[in-house]
């Protein structure tokens, strides 16, 4: 902060740094409250049923609050060159370094 504030850039620097994280939060938020609509209740999406119980479908209004809001959330994270929407699964090489985390007790815990 002193090294930028010395060079005459401190003003134009925080403008820059504080408009980035108020949108970049705002978005965020924005996401998360639209998201949060679609969590009311005690239905659990996808929720298995109990024995001789027919399954609830998810309510449509709810289904799409959720995926909106978290579709605005990962727009943020990423970028439009980034990730793949047509993946389906992951590829062998991924799973075989997913499952290092668990080989011991201890592997996750960086």
């Given at each position: 902060?002193?090294?930028?504030?010395?060079?005459?850039?401190?003003?134009?620097?925080?403008?820059?740094?504080?408009?980035?994280?108020?949108?970049?939060?705002?978005?965020?938020?924005?996401?998360?409250k639209e998201?949060?609509?679609?969590?009311?209740?005690?239905?659990?999406?996808?929720?298995?049923?109990?024995?001789?119980?027919?399954?609830?479908?998810?309510?449509?209004?709810?289904?799409?609050?959720?995926?909106?809001?978290?579709?605005?959330?990962?727009?943020?994270?990423?970028?439009?060159?980034?990730?793949?929407?047509?993946?389906?699964?992951?590829?062998?090489?991924?799973?075989?370094?997913?499952?290092?985390?668990?080989?011991k007790k201890?592997?996750?815990?960086?």
């Amino acid at each position: 902060q002193a090294e930028v504030a010395a060079n005459g850039n401190y003003e134009k620097v925080k403008t820059v740094v504080d408009q980035f994280i108020t949108e970049t939060l705002d978005k965020i938020a924005a996401g998360a409250k639209e998201a949060a609509k679609g969590a009311t209740g005690s239905d659990a999406i996808g929720g298995a049923p109990t024995t001789g119980q027919d399954p609830a479908p998810g309510e449509a209004a709810s289904v799409n609050s959720l995926v909106k809001g978290i579709k605005t959330i990962v727009g943020i994270v990423l970028k439009d060159n980034e990730g793949n929407a047509t993946a389906t699964k992951t590829a062998e090489d991924d799973k075989k370094d997913i499952g290092k985390l668990f080989e011991k007790k201890d592997s996750g815990t960086e």
